[in-house]
C-alpha cells in the first residue's frame, strides 16, 4: 500500500460526506445532522446516529431566501460554526454545479489531489464571509480518475455512467472526472468559492459542464409542480444516502464508508409543448396536482404510469428504495433555454440506474416516463462523494 492508501486508511472513518456549510439547523432548514463537538471548533460531522427530521421541500418553500431564524442568529455570538462533509445540506436559493475532466499535463493528478484535501479551508475561507448563507459544497469524484487520485480500492458500484436508450428516448453517457455541488442563499459565494476553485486547479482541469441553479417559489420546477416530496426524512435519510459497514465487501474495502453515489444530468424543456396541455394533462403525466402537490392514485396495472410511479424503486422483495435528489431549475428566457438540473444522492447506485430504465424504456418496456416528451436529457455522469476523512487524508 502507497503512502497515501496508509494515510486515507489511518484516517479513514465512516464520517458523513464532503461539504461545508455556516449556520445551523433551527428554522433554517429541515435537515439531518449528528453532532460532535470538538475544543478547536463547535463544529459538526454528519453520522448516522441522531438525525433529525429533515422535509426540504416544504420548509424550504415556506422561508424567504434571506430572512436567518433566530438560532442562526444565535450562533454568531459564539465560535464560527464550521459544519464539515453532509451531502444533506439546506436546499439553497442558489446552486453551481461544477463538472470537469482531468487534463493530460504532468502534474494535473497532484494538483487535483491537492485542492480537494484542502476543499474545507477553502469553503471555509469563503463561507465564513456570512454566516446566514448556509455555504455548503460537496464534491464527487468519478471512476476514470478514483484510482489515480485516492490509490484505493474503489467504490464496488462506481463506473461511468451508463446510457439508457428506449424506444422513444436517450439518457446520454457524458464526460466528468469531478463535481462540484456549490449551494448557498447567496449567488456571490458560489462565484467567489468557484473562482478561487479554478484558480487553485488551473490548467490541471477543463470545464465539462457548468450550470446554474435558482430556487423557484415554492420549489418548483420551470414546468410549474413541486419538486422533491418524496425526498427521505428522519432517519431514512442517512439509511438511503450514505454506504454503510455493511455493504463493503473485503475486496472492495472501507474507503467507500460514508460516501455517497452520485447521479447528475440536465434536462432540457421544451416549455411551448409542455404549456399546450391541460392542466389535468400535465397533472397525470407528474402524477401531483399542480397547484396543491396532492399525489393522485398509481394507475392500474398495464396503463400509462406517471413520472411519480416509474420514478419509485423497489427491490425483488418489495422493499421501496428512496434517493435524497437537490434538483434546480436553471434557464434564461433570453435565450430559449428552460431545464431542470438532476442530481441524486443515494446509498446504492444501482436505485438511480433503475429509476432511469424504468423512465426511458418504460413500464411495460414502451410505455416510457411521458415527461421525456417534454424535458431532454443532455448529460449524464457518476460520482462517488467521499467521505470528509478520505478526502483530508490525500494532502499526508
Known sequence: MNNISKSVYRRLTSQSLLS????????????????????????????????????????????????????????????????????DA???????????????????ISTIRSVLSGIGGLAKNVSIRDLNASFACTVGIGSSVWDAIT???????????KEVKGKTHTAPSTPGDLLFHIRSERRDLNFEFE??????????????????????????????????????????????????QEDVSAESGTAQIGGSYI????YLHNLKSWKGLKTEQQEAVIGRTKLDNIELDDAPAGHQMSHKSLATVEDEEGNEHDILRDNMPFGSPGSGEFGTYFIGYSRRLWVVEKMLERMFVGVPEGMHDRILDYSRATT?????????????????
Open 380 to 396: 449524464g455522469s457518476v460520482f462517488f462523494a467521499p467521505s470528509a476523512s478520505l478526502l483530508a487524508g490525500l494532502g499526508d
Open 151 to 161: 490509490g484505493l480500492p474503489r467504490p464496488s458500484e462506481l463506473t461511468p455512467f
Open 263 to 266: 447521479v447528475v444530468q440536465k
Open 90 to 108: 439546506p436546499l439553497t436559493c442558489s446552486a453551481t454545479f461544477l463538472v470537469l475532466s482531468a487534463t493530460q499535463t504532468p502534474d494535473s
Open 195 to 244: 473562482r478561487q476553485l479554478m484558480d487553485l486547479l488551473g490548467d490541471s482541469v477543463k470545464v465539462e459542464d457548468e450550470t446554474i441553479g435558482f430556487r423557484y417559489f415554492d420549489v418548483r420546477d420551470l414546468l410549474g409542480f413541486v419538486d422533491g416530496t418524496a425526498n427521505p426524512v428522519g432517519q431514512a435519510v442517512t439509511e438511503s444516502v450514505l454506504v454503510a
Open 20 to 87: 461545508t456549510e455556516i449556520g445551523t439547523t433551527g428554522q433554517r432548514a429541515a435537515r439531518i445532522i449528528s453532532t460532535r463537538e470538538t475544543q478547536q471548533l463547535r463544529s459538526y460531522q454528519l453520522s448516522s446516529q441522531k438525525p433529525q427530521l429533515r422535509n426540504r421541500s416544504l420548509i424550504a418553500g415556506a422561508r424567504s431566501c434571506n430572512i436567518p431564524s433566530a438560532a442562526t442568529i444565535h450562533t454568531m455570538s459564539r465560535r464560527v460554526p464550521i459544519e464539515s462533509q453532509q451531502v
